[in-house]
């Protein structure tokens, strides 16, 4: 209601309403016609806009627009092109001048000749200046580059006319020092600092002069290299102290360009060295290139780039010295000489005062040592663990005469390895002692713990003790390592656990040299696992590890004694029977499974070995399924017994073979009586259980044999039987409703019957005359016909009553 009104209305009452509800009814309707007048506003505000829009678009319609087309983009930029026009002219006018001086030179005087390259050169020299003032520095730089280039023609031009008598090599090696020296000074003018190609250029002839020099002056190779380094060095003073960008690159590239090539060669001049002198000059080569990589490692910029540096100034430390070293010392002391001087890197460590990229290079350099060291003893080491694997060919064939005739059975030894134990003594050493970071500390310890296994697992090779001497240190080692696991943090335990099953199987192919090594071998590893299994963490590889050895004594027992293999598989037998006890007593342990695992692989073995013998063949079967039910006892393991039925079977069947029975039932019924025995108990416990699903396997397994045997038997004795089961599997299936054996019964019955009365049929069918069959057919249909609603009663009726059965 607006105010208005209500306050005529209040004006019109003998009553008032207070000041203060009056100022609140004022305040509502000044707030709400500002609330109206703001939505109008707004609304005039989007009309007008409209309005315009409307006959802008009116406009435009009416006048024609003529078709409009897309500016053309440029696909080159202007400063791309004016560099490409600047080199291009520059390349060409280079290319020109090239031209004049090697071929029309000899048209003109000497006179003529001077004042044309001179002319040319200076005026090439002289233009950048010009042009730089006016800011072209672009088409400077191009004039610039040839200018520089004619410097070389002039050179040449030289030479061909004033200097052709002198030595080519060192004449170019003093031109390139010339022009590199004037190269420099002119990039250095005031007038010409702001090019950017003189400098870089004469840093370019400066890697020449000294290299050609050396060759000019028939130096020798190691003056060669010298040359190189010192070039390499002092492209690396420059990088250093030039501020210039390109002048850096380009001495950088220079550096390892030149460089490179110097420590290839003093590198190869080492290896070569054939005494002491000529290995310390290629090590004093060396040494040089250390000291440059040292000092551009100290005063570089960059954290990666000091710890390359520091990395190659390491190892190029250790060749030095190891180079001299190698001539004066026997041949299988030259990889531990080299890792002495690798570990003798570590000392960098305690010198705070180094940069930590620094450190951290020699630290890098020293380990990159050491496992080149490491690298060296694999060979010696894979000899030592696969080497005994030629045994396994030569099994029992005599005993070796000491541990390194066991593992090289026919295989060579290898030279110089009767200093790998100290190569692995001194790096695990060095992991033991050295790292001190937290989160390295566990794996170097592990490192060293595997380099003392390696350690160990070499040294009676290499001092080639008596043969059951190594084979006691293999023992003592496998007990150890699996104390060792037994008793540490989990992941040393299993680093042990490992280094106990290499030593092991090492163990036993060592012992199949010797019968009784063998034997004693297999024992002691069974127990030894065996032992290690009870309430420690390993048991999930212990104890399969202990059935393996088992099975393996066990065959090889019966193969000392001469048992032939199918006897031996009823030792092999007790192997399976025991993972039975043992996952019984580790209840839910995760050792159950593979140990169970183990068994059956072991209860294959047993079959394996008893397949040639049908009589022991089907005493193992019985037997494993014996070993099959006993583990289906337990509630987890229920599932189980349908392989101990099938073991039970097979055994029957594989003994029935070896009787050469040939009667199909006695192969079936062995099934059907336990099968229509387990479906009676089903039905019992689950009512609701089909008769297809309870009765059916089993009846099929005999009746549907026994009926294929039937239709081929000549005899009566088969058929009479089978009808007669048949008969009374059908009246047990219609005295309980069931619907499979009724089914099945009936079927067997009927079939039955037309086998036994087909000959009668035959003989009656030829009796008659040949009108009587078509006839006899005619009244059959006539009767089917004339019976044929009673006959669909009768069928319904019959399958409402199968209907209602099971």
Known sequence: MPYGVTRTTLRGMTHLPPPAEELRLLDAELWQLDARRTQLLARRAWLITTLHQTQQQARAQAQPQPPSAAPHRPETAAPSVQNVLLVLGGVLLTLAAAVFTLVSWGHMGITGRALVLGAVTLAALAVPALLLRRGLRSTAESVAGLGLALTVLDAYALHEAALAGTDGTGYAAAATAVLAGVWSAYGLLPATAALRLPLPGALSAAQFPLLLWALSAGADPYAISAALLVTAGLDAVVALRVPTASVRISAVVGAYGTGGWGVLAAGWLSLTADGPGAAARAGALLLLAAGIALAAAWRGQGATHTLGLT???????????????????????VVPAHLALGVALLTVLRAVRLPDAVRHGFLWASAAVQALALLWTLPVLALVVLGPAGWMGRVWSGAPSDARAAVTVEAPWPPDAATAPVV??????????????????????FGALGLLWATALLLPAILAVPYLAGMAVLGVMTAAALYLGRTTTPGARITALVLALVTAVDLTLASLASQTATLVVLSVLAALFAAFSWRTGLTAFTAPAALVYAAALASATGAAVDWPPARTALLVLAVPAAAVLLATRLGESRAVVAVEVTGAAAGLLAVGLAVTDPPLLALVLALCGVIAAGTALRPDRRPVGYAATALFVLAAWVRLAAWEVGTPEAYTLPVTVPALLVGALRRRRDPGASSWTAYGPGLAATLLPSLAAAWGDSHWTRPLLLGVAALLVTLLGARHHLQAPLVLGGSALALVTLHELAPYVVQVTGALPRWAPPALAGLLLLALGATYEQRIRDVRRVRDVLGRMN
């Open 424 to 445: 692995l003594l001194v790096v695990a050493s060095v992991l033991a002692l050295v790292v001190r970071a937290e989160q390295w500390r566990s794996r170097a310890r």
């Open 311 to 333: 990395i190659a100034s390491g190892l190029l430390t250790v060749a030095a010295l190891g180079g001299v070293t190698r001539t004066v010392v026997p041949s299988e002391w």
